[in-house]
Structure formats: C-alpha cells, structure tokens
C-alpha cells in the first residue's frame, strides 16, 4: 500500500517568505506528526495530531509556525516570515496508534514520509 | 527535560557484530524505540523495547534495562547496506517521540 507522501521534496523560499509544507498520512492513520531534521541531528518533534486537533503543539518553536489536520487526513506545516535558520529536513509521521498506549513489537511504530528539504535564502 | 546519548560514530567489519548504545534520561517512559535512516532517506523503525529483555528481529536485536535507563540496539552479520543512522527515541507516554542525535554507522569490508 501507499506509505506517507510529503510535498513538495524539496523548496527553496527567500527570507520573509511564506510556504507551506503537504503531508499525506497512511489511510486510516489517526496520529500524524510533524519532525524537523537539521544536518547531524535526530528528528526534533513539532507536533502532533490525533485526528483533527492538535494534542500537542509543545515543539514548535515560535509562533510563526502553525499546522492544521482540517479533515483528519493530510496535513499542512506553515511557515510565515522564514528565517534561515529555518532551513531543514521536515519529515511526516503516521500511526494508526496513538502514543502513550501499552503495547510491544510494533505497535508504537511511526511511519515516516520522505522529507521536505526546505532551504531559505 | 529529556536526554538521549548514544555515540556519534562506530565502524565495523563486514560480518562481525555491532552494538550501539543507549542512554536517556526522561521525566516518564514507556519504552525505547530504534530507528534506522539511510542518507537522504526516511527514518524507518527498527524495534520497541516496553519491558526488560532482549527483542530479536532477525539479525537485529534491541535490549532494554529500565533500571538502568539504559538500551542497546545489536546488529548481526552485517552487510553494507547496514551502513546508516540509527537512532534510539523514547516514548515517555503523551508526548510524541524524542529521539537521540543518532549514531552513523560504516560498515566496511
């Protein structure tokens, strides 16, 4: 089956500009998430969907980022008044799970989408 | 807050035996998870560790000491295409994963 989509793959913006980042979740995946990945480092956590709302927007590191899940499905990362430090990888995640559950194996399992390579000038 | 560390870098022969460390420090935990990322790819899981013991996949297995606060990931029989990142992350309950800062792994022949 199709696993998660992001686009676009990669977006060169200038400063001060707007863009919006596309995630398409797993069909039926209730959790959806949002990382960003600077070079050498781990996904930093952004946050994250359960369903439509946001349950936890603790990771995003100003109020020039904002995302929204209006149906439950794709979701869109917006990014007002870029910086350049804002440039990164920004992957998507999907679980059909939410996180916090018991549970072994794979249940915890995060599916994660390609990556948009965001690069501000 | 919440810490993971886990080394930067390690390098092994083809065939031989890996392990790649992990410790966190976190307010609540739930259990360890392991992901592996080829460059310029998508993070892909691994394993989840919730209980004390040793998880084998193949020839990857992943261990966990909650007492410790302290796991390992352990590659058998490696190959080439095992050469990547790999990150531990926690689950610390209503938060969504923090991950380590990964450790790259070469494997050479």
């Known amino acids: 089956g199709a696993g998660v989509s992001q686009t676009p793959s990669n977006k060169v913006t200038e400063k001060g500009k707007y863009v919006e980042l596309r995630c398409d979740p797993i069909?039926?995946?209730t959790a959806l998430y949002w990382y960003r990945q600077s070079l050498g480092q781990g996904p930093e956590f952004l946050i994250y969907f359960q369903g439509t709302g946001a349950a936890d927007d603790s990771g995003l590191p100003n109020d020039r980022f904002f995302a929204v899940r209006p149906e439950g499905s794709v979701s869109t990362l917006k990014i007002q008044r870029t910086e350049r430090g804002d440039s990164?990888?920004?992957?998507?995640a999907s679980s059909p799970n939410p996180p916090g559950l018991a549970g072994g194996g794979s249940y915890n399992e995060q599916f994660f989408g390609p990556g948009t390579r965001l690069t501000v000038l | 807050?919440?810490?993971l560390e886990q080394p930067s870098e390690v390098t092994a022969v083809e065939g031989a035996i890996v392990q790649i460390n992990c410790t966190y420090q976190t307010s609540g935990f739930y259990g360890l998870s392991w992901y592996q990322q080829h460059d310029g790819g998508a993070p892909t899981f691994l394993s989840y560790n919730a209980l004390d013991g040793l998880e084998e996949t193949g020839r990857f297995?992943?261990?966990l000491s909650r007492s410790d606060s302290y796991g390992y990931l352990l590659l058998q029989e490696l190959q080439m295409k095992d050469s990547a990142s790999y990150f531990c992350a926690v689950n610390s309950g209503n938060t969504p994963l923090v991950f380590g800062k990964g450790t790259r792994l070469s494997v050479i022949a």
């Open chain 2, 1 to 3: 807050g919440q810490s």
């Open chain 2, 61 to 63: 297995s992943s261990f």
């Open chain 1, 27 to 29: 069909s039926g995946h």
């Open chain 1, 88 to 92: 990164a990888v920004y992957l998507c």
